[in-house]
């Protein structure tokens, strides 16, 4: 952190890391003065020693190195310990930013030099034109398209607004310190005078950017509430979302030449309307996520629109402005005879006024400019869409397109795509929830006096029956229960405001925990009962809401294709969903859970489950679709984490690893914890990893790169599904103390007391871990830098594949060549150990040995951490086996680098963490021990970036 840092010399580094490498050294210096001027030269010294002693740990497992560094941090105050944990979060977070400007300065090299890369909309068309795609059907695509980034919040989620707002303001910085470079370097001079104290500038404003940060709290006093994960959530939207979606937009409309592209990229949020097991979340959570929401994307269009009446100030002296143009500044309230002859400008401020009050209406409000009094409110964006057509229009006319691209243009797609409710907000809730209500509305109707004790077929029959029934359940003047108030309130809170914000602010309805058809047929009769649905299933029912089955374990989905075959097969329901309109109940998404299938099988389970159910649902569905006249589009909705023992992953490849026939122009995926930040606080980045949804969708439908695998490879990916199960299962499940010891060697107590999200870490007040959430067991796992849900079993299942009972040498070196085959031909296979392969590489053995030394049964410790690492030992041969790769990251460069210069400086954190834990579980309750616990796993957080 200072220039006397050791880092590899810039002589010694690939010329394209040296960049990367002065960057983190100039933050790190930063870092290092603010840290000497701000709490003394003795704080400093002792970071430094810390860190070296740490380096010298990781890099020789020197016992030296680990009893200095043990007696050490034993020695530390409270208060020096959260000086040293600060010190080296903070430079997580700083490195985090130098990583990501150089990330962004590589693609721009890479482009300039013609080189387009796998995941770009670029590479992507190039390969749709090679393969024979013209523009007009990758445009006749688009249409029937839909793709949906939907962002979550939940229990790991350990970002302060204050805190990624100064980073962006450092980012910023640093892509202006670039900016001054290029220039100097492209105007070489003898003495160049301008570029040293250009450069100055930009490192005080950096230092004042890192003591803004070294003096802003990172924690929150007070627990997460769901108006504050609002209010997260909608800053990358601030940031990112709302300008680089049109960008990415306008870059696809350049490719296609006249071919239209239609709005197929949309934004989806959980915060407000994810209800499973967050007891915070209610109709009135409901009702501020969508006010909020339409607040920004009506500030949004307001202040393009302004900034577009400044810039349209074309005369009709000079000009001549067509009819319909005319007729909208007419209309315009504005009667300022200095504009009387500005069509545009008079046009705009009319449309202003319209928002400005449409503003009013929807979220309270107050536009920031007022021309003219707010009036006449838009119904919807479709209004607002028709103006700024005419606008559109007219320019063109008069050979103006020059004016439509800059912001005309991105303008009318931001109101295509975000109209005045901004992002599609889901609801969901738990089956069983679904189950209580109508238990209680049944009892008191006097239908049923048990609805939960009925069996299926009795249940099925019970509500076929009351879907066709016109009469509502609830009896007037009854006073149920809470419970039961507040889960009906949802679904009216739902069809009021898709009445306020449009149809598209609300759309889906997912049912956690999906196990029968009643499941479905629940929520189908909760919407009847408060007009979410006309009519009645036997004659013309049409359904507001798509009711979205969740199918998350290893048994459910398993049943998936069962379930729903049976369901569709019910009286009314096929065509009730066939004629369904594009506001309502017309198409079906199916969300795959791949948290709790991961907890409860493990990786290669989960993964091989996954992958058979949607093979199923695609079968099922074109069953049904055959000779129909309307076939039921098909969505499936990707519960992906941040972990790759949560789905997490490179999107590019997970979704070309898709099985065949189950994209087809559809996909919903979630975006969670430290990722959202990784992905989406950089607006450039954001914008590319966008461009990765839709590249990866493009060719998924076109290029069909997945044909169906070879029954060889099945019948393998089988056979290692159950001997990975098996391994997985026997350690978690069937080993004596095992839960024990994951609640002493993980900081998951810690964990849980965080004020880092609304959402409780465990379904229920237990210790089990089929209770624990599956979020907070994959982020215990990344805090010990164990990671085992990312790869536990898969050694195993290797081992016992090649060596079955009787097996010959010459049979092992078959099945052997098998496996190498899978992953050379087999992008499922090949994507899986892919990310097996990036999780191992983030997981750290010696580090995970200090977590175990917090369990107190040293016989405990050695059983369960000896058997951990014996399997990563057997899972690292068998990646070797496999892909001939001796060391990690082969093939992955840019993580590599990433590894290289950031792990030393997280290394600290886990060392300091696990001093603090001991202390804090040996009785230390002081708060300043609490926050240096927390702070050190939000640095570990940001560091390792996808542990969410």
């Known amino acids: 952190m200072s220039k006397s840092t050791p880092a590899p010399k810039n002589n010694a580094l690939p010329s394209s890391e040296r960049p990367l490498v002065e960057d983190i050294r100039l933050l790190g210096r930063i870092l290092g003065d603010v840290i000497r001027e701000q709490e003394g030269d003795a704080a400093f010294a002792l970071i430094e020693q810390i860190r070296q002693l740490s380096v010298t740990f990781r890099r020789h497992a020197d016992p030296v190195a680990d009893k200095a560094l043990n007696k050490l941090l034993k020695s530390l105050s409270s208060d020096q310990t959260v000086s040293v944990v600060r010190a080296f979060t903070y430079f997580s977070h700083l490195a985090n930013l130098a990583e990501d400007r150089h990330h962004i300065r590589r693609r721009a090299v890479h482009e300039r030099a013609g080189s387009i890369r796998p995941g770009s909309i670029d590479m992507t068309l190039k390969r749709l034109s090679s393969g024979g795609i013209t523009p007009q059907a990758i445009s006749e695509m688009l249409a029937h398209s839909f793709v949906s980034p939907v962002l979550t919040a939940h229990p790991t989620e350990v970002q302060r607004k204050s805190i990624l707002d100064a980073e962006r303001a450092i980012a910023q910085l640093l892509t202006a310190r670039d900016d001054i470079l290029a220039q100097a370097a492209a105007n070489p001079v003898a003495h160049d005078a301008l570029s040293p104290r250009e450069l100055s500038q930009n490192e005080a404003q950096l230092r004042a950017r890192v003591l803004q940060l ?101 005369s009709a002296m000079l000009v001549d402005f067509p009819p319909e143009m005319q007729a909208l500044a007419q209309h315009s309230p504005d009667s300022n005879e200095h504009r009387k002859d500005e069509p545009y400008r008079r046009a705009l401020i009319g449309v202003y006024a319209r928002l400005a009050a449409t503003l009013k209406n929807l979220s309270g409000g107050e536009a920031a400019r007022h021309a003219v009094a707010p009036q006449n409110p838009y119904l919807g964006p479709d209004e607002l869409l028709r103006d700024l057509r005419v606008i559109e229009s007219s320019l063109i006319t008069q050979q103006a397109q020059a004016l439509v691209g800059q912001r005309l243009q991105p303008l009318i797609r931001a109101v295509e795509v975000f109209g005045f409710h901004l992002a599609t907000v889901d609801l969901r809730q738990s089956s069983d929830q679904h189950e209580a209500v109508l238990a209680e509305l049944l009892a008191v109707a006097r239908i049923t006096p048990h609805y939960a004790k009925l069996d299926e077929a009795a249940k099925r029959a019970l509500l076929l029956g009351l879907l066709n029934d016109a009469r509502p359940l609830r009896v007037m003047g009854h006073g149920y229960s809470a419970h039961a108030l507040s889960e009906i309130s949802i679904f009216e809170a739902a069809r009021q405001s898709r009445a306020l914000f449009g149809s598209e602010a609300i759309r889906h309805y997912i049912i956690s925990h999906t196990e029968t058809v009643s499941d479905l047929l629940e929520v189908m009769l909760l919407q009847k009962e408060v007009g979410l649905m006309q009519g009645t299933l036997d004659d013309h029912a049409r359904c507001d809401l798509i009711v979205v089955p969740l199918f998350e374990t290893i048994e459910d989905l398993r049943n998936a294709a069962t379930i729903m075959r049976e369901y569709y097969a019910l009286p009314g329901v096929l065509a009730m969903v066939q004629r369904g309109g594009p506001d309502q109940y017309g198409e079906q998404d199916i969300m795959l859970g791949y948290s709790d299938s991961n907890k409860d099988g493990g990786i290669f389970t989960s993964n091989w489950e996954l992958y058979q159910a949607e093979i199923a649902l695609v079968a099922m569905f074109d069953g049904i679709n055959q000779g129909a006249d309307r076939p039921i589009r098909l969505r499936m909705f990707h519960g992906r984490g941040g972990t790759v023992g949560r789905g997490g992953g490179p999107s590019f490849e997970a979704i070309l690893a898709q099985p065949p026939g189950t994209v087809r122009g559809q996909i919903r995926l979630t975006e969670q914890g430290e990722v959202i930040g990784s992905k989406y606080a950089n607006p450039e980045i954001g914008r590319r990893n966008l461009e990765t949804l839709v590249a990866a969708t493009l060719e998924a439908t076109l290029l069909h790169p997945t044909q169906p695998a070879a029954p060889a490879f099945l019948e393998s990916a089988a056979e290692l599904s159950l001997a990975s199960m098996a391994a997985y299962r026997k350690l978690v499940y069937e080993t004596p103390g095992f839960t024990e010891y994951f609640f002493d060697a993980t900081p998951i107590r810690e964990i849980a007391e965080l004020n880092i999200g609304s959402r409780p870490a465990s379904r229920k007040a237990t210790q089990k871990i089929e209770d624990l959430r599956a979020i907070p067991w994959g982020f215990s796992w990344g805090q010990c830098r164990l990671t085992l849900p990312g790869w536990f079993g898969f050694g195993s299942a290797v081992e016992a594949f090649l060596n079955p009972p009787g097996a010959t040498v010459k049979m092992t070196k078959q099945r052997l060549a098998l496996l190498q085959q899978m992953q050379q031909q087999w992008p499922f296979f090949s994507s899986l150990l892919s990310n097996m392969d990036m999780v191992m590489a983030k ?78 579980r040996a009785g230390q309750t002081d708060e300043r021990l609490k926050r240096g616990i927390h702070i050190s796993i939000n640095g570990i957080a940001a560091g390792l970036r996808n542990t969410g």
């Open 843 to 920: 997981s750290d053995l010696a580090l995970a040995s200090r977590y175990a030394e917090l369990v107190d049964d040293k016989r405990l410790r050695k059983k369960i951490f000896g058997a951990i690492e014996q399997e990563w030992q057997r899972t690292a041969h068998a990646l070797e086996l496999i892909t001939g790769d001796k060391e990690r990251l082969t093939h992955n460069a840019a993580l590599q680098r990433s590894i290289r210069h950031r792990f030393p400086y997280i290394d600290p954190l886990h060392h300091l963490q696990v001093e603090l834990v001991r202390r804090h």
């Open 214 to 314: 070294w003096h802003t709290r990172l924690l929150r006093f007070t627990k997460l509430t769901v108006a504050d994960e609002v209010e997260n959530a909608l800053s990358y939207y601030e940031s990112t979302f709302l300008r680089e979606i049109p960008k990415l937009y306008a870059s696809l409309e350049q490719a296609l030449g006249p071919h239209p592209v239609h709005s197929f990229l949309r934004m989806g949020q959980w915060i407000g309307g994810d209800r499973d097991g967050n007891p915070n979340v209610n109709a009135q959570t409901l009702r501020h996520a969508l006010s909020r929401q339409s607040d920004m994307a009506l500030r949004h269009h307001l202040t393009e629109v302004h900034y577009l009446g400044s810039e349209l100030s074309l």
